[in-house]
């Protein structure tokens, strides 16, 4: 179809055009008609002139191109199927089917109106203005080349005067004839060419024909022979291979009279090898056969019915095993038969079984307990079971003894029941580790197998490549066997693969296939059990290193079990005794006992299954807590009771006290043994002696000391309470202390007692009381120290508190003693008169008040005590005799007043040092007097 004459190849409106139509007159001259692109634009076309090196801007803008080709819009929506034109743009281009619908406005697009462009309009305006003036002033440059215009103009109007498309054609086969006309020269030698181009043809036919006819001819005189030979080799290969399996066929044929046979006599491991060979040999060597189709699902079924019976038959040996009679020597039962099913369980990936022997291990550790109870229940006459039905209320009729011995049996009835369970864990524990070790030697051997697999290939390849240097054929090489061991290793790979045919074979000696479970494709290793069984492992364990490691700690945990099930029913037949306060009313040898029995049982059971079981420990603190309530309970009881009767007199020591306490100063805190006779014939001491001095006592702290040893002897017996009984001993020391100074300083004895007065000699006997407690502290402190552990030491702080407390004391009856001289003093010297007689009344009062004090204290207190506590009387006598000349103006002028003080004074120090022990005391009573006014 023509176009249109507005649709010319040649653009217009361009920037050059405008330039073009101002420079040349259009009346003057016709377009030229414009050339088509050439074909091979490198060879000169046209005229010379026209030519141009490097692409150009003006040339070639005007140039034709396919993309110049144009059509109207409604040719190409023209639809030739239908009869007659359509207007509608979309059913033109969709079909008859397109149905017209109204369009709605986008709400997103804005409505664009001429005011829209107002302002732009108004903005380019001045440009525009501004654009045309200077273009009049200043006109563009004339930089093209005029006769490529003329030439140009003259193509460009050829053109414009074509009417038909027609004219076109001719044109191109100008171009193509003068383009041929160009290369003619090559096209000339290219014909020229073709006739040698024919006989290197034809003798190169010739020499493949002749070529063919000698290789033709060594075919048959070399070839023929050899390759006829080698057929009949495969066809005997074939053979034997077809003979092989038949044989094949036959073992199978008898795998399922042979499992019936295993099952039998409880050969559960080799059933199932059997079964797992067969099922192998069925999808790799017998796959397809008609015969075989049922007996695979036949075999899965009966591999269904041997799971069930192991376990059930596990269930029956855990049943067995843990109930038989425990006066039984055997520690394992039928240790090939446990193997055994171990061993099917595992290739069964039955890892659940041990939950199975957990459950026979509780119901069994039950009935031993039940068994022992009515053993020992039908042995006491006293017992009548026709009245007292219930077992429970039978067991809680026996006394002390009777119970103790059957806790002992029960003790060492689950001691080897747990022995027992540790020789059958250990025997399947040696099986879940040698299937691990065979499993980790296998995977070792692989990856050496490797290695020399690698290392044999890199020496082939060094090999082979030397015989090619050499020039020998490599079919001799191999011929003379120096690849024999690579190829046997390759073959046995090949037979170990499951995708590989163990049981066809290259020729007729190779060894018959077998299905039985000691056949060669199973390699197996040995190792020993505790009880020296052998084990067997096969290679078909499919097992991972990680669940038989977690079996592993399965085993072990199953140990820890067995203990804790042992220690949580010994709690619960504790408790059932403990109903009625039968362990809380033991005394201390009885709970000391039970005590001892139930860590022994402790130690016994950690020693077997490795951990420490806590219920049991737990329960007997638990018991031991409220023992150690009760034993502080009745001596706090006591020493209240002795301290309320205590009259704060001093008592006779008898022997066994004095025993009590050198046994402490050779190290020992414990109550030693009555010696009979011997203790008897000894009379009662005025004081106790501890470690060369002596102590004046009151009958309480006698008996306290004996309590401080029953609770240091308690933490012997039961270190499980060491801390309990630290809080309670200090809590009775505390108590002591805090009484006695109620009852003595305080004065509370005169109540309680019945005491007229509290005297000088009670004040210091409670002093030395206090202090003999007070030099046992530290003994104390270090055997709780000895028994704790180090971060409880912390609660060692209570003693120091105590040894504080009781510090205080001791310095507050001191105090009180010389407070008491004090008011003396106070009350004498107030009325003292400097006159004759001498010595007079007033000072012969206070000796005769200092030697009744000296008397009363002497004979309690140490001698240095004595000094120091006359030491502070004499400086409150100088005090208040200094008050006194003070307020009868005597002052030291040497007349006669100053000579009767002095006669005083030296009659009072005179006196005072005569009395024993304070010979050396210095009064320095030069104090008393004031400086000379």
């Known amino acids: 179809m023509a176009s249109s004459h507005s649709s010319s190849p040649v653009p217009q409106g361009s920037s050059s055009d405008v330039f073009l139509k101002k420079e040349v007159d259009p009346t003057k001259h016709i377009r030229p008609v414009q050339s088509l692109p050439d074909v091979c634009p490198k060879e000169p076309t046209g005229d010379s002139n026209s030519l141009c090196v490097a692409p150009s801007l003006v040339t070639d803008q005007h140039r034709w191109t396919v993309y110049h080709s144009k059509v109207n819009l409604p040719a190409a929506l023209n639809d030739p199927r239908l009869a007659k034109r359509e207007s509608d743009f979309f059913t033109k281009t969709w079909g008859l089917d397109f149905v017209d619908t109204e369009v709605i406005p986008s709400f997103y697009l804005p409505q664009i109106s001429k005011e829209h462009f107002t302002v732009y309009q108004q903005e380019i305006s001045q440009r525009e203005k501004i654009h045309e003036k200077c273009k009049n002033i200043c006109p563009p ?341 120096e690849l024999t061991p690579v190829a046997v290793d390759t073959t046995s790979q090949r037979n170990a693969s499951p995708d590989s045919e163990p049981c066809s074979s290259d020729s007729v000696s190779e060894p018959e296939c077998t299905t039985d479970s000691s056949s060669s494709k199973e390699q197996t290793s040995s190792s020993v059990t505790p009880g020296g069984v052998d084990i067997m492992v096969s290679e078909d364990m499919k097992l991972t290193d990680l669940e038989l490691g977690k079996l592993a700690n399965s085993i072990q945990e199953l140990l820890y079990s067995a203990s804790d099930i042992c220690h949580d029913r010994a709690v619960r037949f504790l408790m059932s005794r403990a109903k009625d306060g039968f362990l809380e009313k033991l005394n201390s040898t009885e709970f000391i006992t039970l005590s001892r029995l139930i860590e022994a049982f402790i130690l016994d059971t950690e020693q077997i299954c490795g951990r420490k079981s806590m219920s049991l420990l737990g329960a007997l603190q638990s018991q031991a807590n409220k023992f150690v309530n009760r034993f502080h309970e009745e001596r706090k009881t006591k020493l209240s009771l002795l301290l309320d009767n205590e009259r704060w007199k001093q008592a006779d020591v008898p022997a066994e006290f004095q025993d009590l306490v050198d046994s402490i100063a050779d190290g020992k805190i414990a109550l030693p043994e009555k010696k009979s006779g011997a203790t008897e014939e000894r009379k009662p001491a005025e004081v106790l002696i501890v470690e060369g001095q002596q102590y004046a006592v009151v009958g309480t702290v006698l008996l306290l000391i004996r309590i401080i040893l029953e609770y240091c002897q308690c933490v012997d017996n039961i270190p499980s309470v060491t801390t309990d009984m630290l809080t309670r001993l200090s809590d009775l020391l505390k108590y002591f202390n805090s009484r006695s100074c109620q009852l003595v300083l305080g004065a509370g004895a005169l109540q309680v007692v019945g005491l007229k007065t509290i005297t000088t000699k009670n004040l210091a006997l409670s002093s030395r009381c206090l202090q003999l407690i007070v030099h046992y502290i530290p003994v104390i402190r270090a055997h709780f120290e000895a028994r704790l552990q180090p971060k409880q030491y912390s609660m060692l702080r209570h003693f120091d508190h105590i040894t504080k407390d009781y510090h205080d004391h001791i310095a507050e009856i001191s105090a009180k003693l010389v407070a008491i001289m004090d008011s003396l003093f106070d009350k004498l010297l107030s009325k003292y008169e400097v006159k004759a007689p001498v010595p007079s009344a007033c000072f012969r009062n206070i000796c005769k008040q200092m030697a009744k004090m000296h008397e009363a204290i002497f004979d309690l207190l140490p001698e240095e005590q004595t000094q120091m506590l006359f030491l502070r009387i004499n400086t409150s006598y100088k005090l208040h005799l200094k008050k006194q000349l003070s307020h009868l103006n005597v002052i030291n002028d040497g007349g006669p007043q100053n000579g009767l003080v002095t006669a005083d004074v030296a009659f009072y120090t005179g006196n005072l040092q005569a009395l024993k022990g304070l010979k050396d005391l210095d009064l320095n009573m030069a104090e008393i007097w004031e400086q000379k006014r």
């Open 141 to 481: 440059k004339d930089t093209f080349d005029r006769t490529l215009l003329h030439t140009h103009d003259k193509s460009r109007t050829d053109l414009e005067q074509v009417p038909k498309l027609s004219h076109y054609l001719d044109i191109v086969e100008v171009n193509i004839a003068h383009q041929i006309s160009l290369r003619s020269e090559a096209f000339f030698h290219a014909m020229t060419s073709q006739n040698e181009l024919q006989d290197y043809l034809k003798k190169t036919s010739q020499a493949v024909k002749m070529l063919r006819d000698k290789i033709a001819q060594i075919d048959k005189v070399m070839c023929e022979g050899s390759l006829h030979i080698l057929r009949l080799a495969l066809t005997r290969n074939n053979c034997v291979k077809v003979y092989n399996k038949l044989k094949l066929m036959a073992t199978v044929h008898q795998t399922q009279p042979t499992v019936q046979v295993l099952l039998s006599t409880s050969e559960f491991v080799g059933a199932l090898d059997l079964i797992a060979t067969t099922q192998e040999v069925l999808q790799q060597e017998l796959q397809g056969i008609h015969s075989f189709r049922h007996l695979g699902s036949q075999l899965c079924e009966l591999e269904k019915l041997i799971d069930k019976m192991m376990i059930a038959e596990f269930s029956t040996y855990s049943h067995s095993d843990l109930n038989r009679p425990l006066e039984d020597d055997c520690q394992i039962l039928e240790e090939e038969r446990l193997i055994s099913l171990v061993f099917g369980l595992l290739k069964k990936r039955k890892l659940n079984f041990l939950e199975i022997y957990g459950e026979e291990m509780i119901i069994t550790a039950k009935n031993i307990i039940k068994q022992c109870v009515i053993n020992k229940v039908s042995q006491i006459e006293e017992i009548d079971t026709d009245v007292v039905a219930k077992l429970a209320d039978q067991m809680r009729m026996l006394n002390f003894l009777q119970w103790f011995d059957l806790l002992k049996d029960i003790f060492s009835k689950f001691t080897i029941f747990l022995q027992r369970v540790k020789a059958t864990l250990n025997t399947i524990h040696s099986v879940v580790l040698s299937v691990l070790d065979k499993n980790q030697r296998t995977r070792e051997l692989e990856e050496i197998s490797q290695q020399k697999n690698a290392a044999k290939d890199n020496s082939l390849d060094t090999e082979v490549a030397y015989l090619i240097h050499e020039g020998m054929f490599i079919s001799d090489a191999f011929s003379e066997g």
